[in-house]
């Protein structure tokens, strides 16, 4: 393959939660900007969701250590903490590894559908701001065709326990009588609509706020709960039993002060669930006293124990993909050849058109429906003259030959044809 296809990735099977969010590319654009500019990509795509982080490129070379390089100056971070995190797939690899994300086998929750929609997020604002391009588009649709597929034909999602309700069980399970109990939801995000969307399914009454109070409303409007203002909930904390935590903030909404404070006006104990990537619990939370605080590690850990229930869906759907990864990797070669066959097929219709023009004015032809059959005639020729040539040029790059493709371009003159444009 003349483009190599580039995955490189920090998630939550790898690294916890404290390391992942260091990973976090807080402006979007700026990162694709320095991506392609510095690190030989031609074409980007970031998902990036609360339990991971991840590039997908196109290159014609594989320098790993520019994008480790480009990625640690836009978070900060050290090398040596890029080199420990960040692991780095190509071609076939990444292939496999997009399907399992489409397909939800490497979602935190086995089979839920949120990450499809993130992905899907994904590869559309990449597109928008043209971070992206033939390569990664195809790529991205077939993918998403075929995890698709493979979730309706499996039933893998069905049943399956989001990062949402996964959150209310842990509540469940550590708190008695939890519909007496006081809830809050800090977020109006995808993670808070999974929340709420657990909670109103089980019956439970809740809060919700955010940042501005219409949103919050808006909210409530679809999800259910009652909005209160975001002021009055980071002075009263107290009025709460249990807090989910779901918010894009750069820095700590619960501190350690504030549930102090909480805490000395309060005779029961809180449990507070922090779902955010970055972390906005401060982790000193839990050192006081009659507070148990729980994250996203917690949560991977309860999914680990979930998932041994369905490893025999998993090995059908891992067979399916194996299977698949095939084809999408012949896909992906052929658009090699793509740019050629389109660029042979334009100039051979420029010589038709040119040598038609040429002959019906010599004929002095005027009757429309013999223009329309020597028109018909002519198309027909070169099509079957053109075909197979140009789907053997197809075959060679779904194959793997370069060389081939490289004859080809020679013999058609393509590269200078290129240049004379």
């Known amino acids: 393959m003349n483009q190599n296809i580039i995955n490189a990735r920090v998630t939550f099977r790898n690294s916890p939660i404290h390391i992942l969010e260091q990973f976090t590319l807080k402006d979007i654009e700026n990162a694709y900007e320095q991506f392609k500019k510095h690190s030989e990509l031609d074409e980007c795509v970031i998902i990036q969701t609360c339990n991971r982080i991840e590039l997908f490129g196109k290159s014609k070379s594989n320098d790993h250590e520019k994008i480790k390089k480009i990625w640690a100056s836009l978070t900060g971070l050290e090398k040596d903490t890029c ?18 994300l489409t397909s939800g086998l490497d979602s935190m929750v086995l089979g839920e559908e949120q990450i499809l929609g993130q992905i899907k997020k994904s590869i559309t604002s990449a597109r928008e701001i043209k971070a992206s391009g033939q390569h990664l588009n195809t790529l991205f649709d077939k993918a998403i065709r075929v995890g698709t597929r493979i979730r309706n034909s499996s039933g893998i999602g069905k049943g399956g326990i989001s990062v949402g309700s996964m959150a209310v069980k842990l509540a469940e399970e550590n708190i008695d009588e939890l519909k007496t109990k006081k809830i809050l939801l800090i977020g109006t995000g995808e993670v808070s609509t999974l929340v709420a969307k657990s909670l109103q399914r089980r019956g439970y009454a809740f809060d919700v706020t955010s940042r501005t109070i219409r949103r919050s409303q808006t909210f409530c409007e679809t999800m259910g709960g009652e909005s209160v203002k975001f002021e009055e909930v ?3 904390f107290e009025n709460y039993d249990i807090i989910f935590v779901a918010t894009t903030a750069p820095y ?34 839990s050192t006081i006293a009659g507070i148990k605080l729980m994250n996203l ?43 050629l066959v389109k660029d042979v097929f334009k100039n051979i219709e420029f010589l038709r058109t040119k040598e038609l023009q040429k002959a019906l004015q010599m004929l002095n032809e005027k009757d429309m429906e013999k223009i329309k059959i ?48």
């Open 297 to 339: 590690d917690q949560i991977a850990e309860m999914v680990e124990k979930n998932m041994n229930a369905r490893l025999n869906m998993v090995k059908t759907i891992e067979n399916i993909i194996n299977e698949e990864v095939s084809v999408l990797e012949a896909s992906m070669k052929r658009l090699d050849a793509e740019p």
């Open 83 to 100: 080199d420990e995190n960040l692991e780095i797939v190509e071609n076939k690899k990444a292939f496999h590894h997009l399907l399992k």
């Open 234 to 236: 980071l002075s009263g």
């Open 374 to 421: 020597i028109d018909e005639l002519t198309k027909a020729v070169v099509e079957s003259i053109v075909s197979t040539p140009m789907n053997n040029i197809r075959k060679a790059s779904e194959q793997g030959k370069p060389d081939l493709i490289d004859l080809a371009s020679k013999l058609f003159d393509y590269k200078k044809q290129n240049q004379a444009d």
């Open 252 to 285: 700590f909404l619960v501190t350690h002060e504030r549930i102090t404070a909480a805490m000395e006006n309060k005779k029961s104990g809180m449990m507070i669930l922090d779902l955010s990537n970055p972390r906005t619990v401060d982790e000193k939370v």
